[in-house]
């Protein structure tokens, strides 16, 4: 009973968080100073992609070694919906950046390390679902992918944390710089950090409603098998 | 009687010995064939006879020289070994000699003679294109001992990165197009690092120059290694 109504007041709790977050990001963060016009309120949304596209890999790699301890074909479809919206959120990113890109340096796309440590992954992710594509039984499907993913996520800390960081770039200093210091004021970190909770729950609701309708789909089939 | 010996081969074997039987099998089918050793060597060929003859040594301004060519050979390099290294498992399943190295050997032994076939593969393509390249495209390298060791660390890495990935598509539809798609995002980062550590090595005589490239590309390789040496036992049993 308490879950049912759980499950119907997260959407509307969620929505009400984002619209919150929607204003706080346009009327309540102050202005940045340093960067072109408003450019700078972009970073309410483009880092909360960026981290729920990685999160969202970090849950694929969980249900991907899940799968391969127990073979269980849910554990495989929670894999498949993580790296899904991993691949949706990681576009959104991309998108996102390359806008700021083109106010702040007039150039959508500029080579800088981080920028190619974002498209990596979003090639990680889309070489994911093209060896899903390729292999047609479903327990071998899921092996492989599988063993893709953890592959695959061993390479991602160089990509996200040591690349960027060697190599000289033209993005802003990340929120906790090298010196260990939060280079930011106190109310664009309130509705940054507000932002990073609203779209990881965003993340695990569309994430729930995938793996719901994948543990039906599967029932469905055992019922038709039996 | 036979079975008691190979009985008593088998106990007595050892993973490195399992593991140099693979290689030398290996070994033993690819020179009564040499087909990954031809598509590998004519891949390259090929390509740096097409990139020589549009480029050449004197179109790039020498300042310009050590980026461009850099990029260049670590190209070719890949794209002429991702010809060959998803051989070493497609071949078992082509022939349908899989099933009976499945009995044969562990599957950490395999493993390990498969990569070393790899990087012997490598070793050998790049120590026939390197300098072939450096001569055709008036490439000057400084620290020819750096872009040396530079060289190894990128087979060993590559063929650690590569391996599995052979594994993986030789279990599924086995296409070579597959491979370089799995392969590309696993290895663009041990690229960029080794493309810096050439131009390092192509500007600077010491050693320590490739260092800062030298580091995080052996501690890719050893940690594309150690998840391949932990996942190939999954994947080969499937």
């Keep these: ?226 | 009687m036979i079975r008691g010996n190979w009985r008593g081969r088998m106990r007595r074997s050892n993973y490195p010995a399992e593991m140099l039987a693979v290689l030398a099998k290996e070994l033993r089918v690819e020179l009564r064939s040499r087909v990954a050793l031809n598509a590998v060597g004519l891949f390259a060929l090929a390509i740096l006879i097409a990139v020589s003859y549009q480029i050449g040594p004197y179109t790039i301004s020498p300042a310009e020289r050590p980026f461009l060519l850099s990029a260049l050979l670590w190209i070719i390099l890949f794209f002429a070994a991702s010809s060959g290294l998803p051989r070493v498992f497609v071949k078992e399943e082509d022939s349908q000699t899989a099933k009976t190295l499945r009995l044969a050997s562990r599957p950490m032994a395999v493993f390990g003679g498969k990569l070393l076939f790899n990087l012997l593969l490598l070793v050998v393509m790049k120590a026939l294109i390197v300098p072939l390249f450096c001569l055709l495209m008036g490439f000057e390298i400084a620290g020819v001992a750096g872009l040396m060791l530079l060289m190894a660390t990128g087979a060993f890495s590559l063929a650690a990165a590569t391996t599995l990935v052979a594994a993986i598509i030789s279990r599924s539809s086995g296409s070579s197009t597959l491979f370089v798609v799995l392969t590309v995002p696993l290895v663009l980062p041990l690229l960029v690092v080794l493309i810096q550590g050439t131009r390092a090595a192509a500007t600077t005589p010491p050693l320590t120059a490739v260092l800062p490239s030298l580091l995080p590309a052996l501690s890719l390789g050893m940690a594309t290694l150690l998840a391949s040496a932990f996942l190939f036992p999954v994947v080969w049993h499937d």
């Excluded at chain 1, 060896?131 to 893709?148: K, P, S």
């Design chain 1, 1 to 226: 009973m308490t879950k049912d109504v759980l499950r119907k007041a997260w959407p509307w709790a969620l929505a009400i968080w984002m619209v919150a977050v929607i204003w706080g990001a346009f009327f309540y963060a102050p202005s940045a100073r340093g960067f072109k016009g408003e450019s700078a309120r972009i970073v309410f949304f483009h880092v909360p992609q960026a981290w729920v596209a990685v999160l969202a890999f970090c849950v694929n790699l969980w249900a991907s070694l899940r799968y391969l301890r127990n073979r269980n074909p849910l554990d495989d479809a929670r894999a498949a919906a993580a790296a899904r919206l991993g691949l949706v959120f990681c576009l959104l990113a991309t998108v996102s950046g390359s806008l700021f890109a083109g106010i702040m340096w007039n150039s959508f796309w500029n080579w800088d390390p981080r920028e190619v440590s974002i498209v990596i992954l979003l090639l990680v992710y889309a070489a994911y679902f093209a060896l899903r594509e390729a292999v047609h039984d479903e327990e071998r499907r899921g092996v492989l992918a599988g063993a893709y993913a953890v592959l695959a996520f061993v390479t991602m800390p160089f990509l996200v944390f040591v690349i960027p960081r060697v190599y000289w770039s033209l993005h802003p200093d990340t929120i906790i710089n090298t010196r260990g210091v939060i280079g930011m004021e106190a109310g664009m970190l309130q509705v940054l950090l507000a932002s990073l909770v609203g779209f990881t729950g965003l993340f695990f609701w569309l994430y729930s409603l995938e793996v719901r309708l994948a543990g039906i789909r599967l029932s469905r089939q055992r019922r038709r098998e039996e």
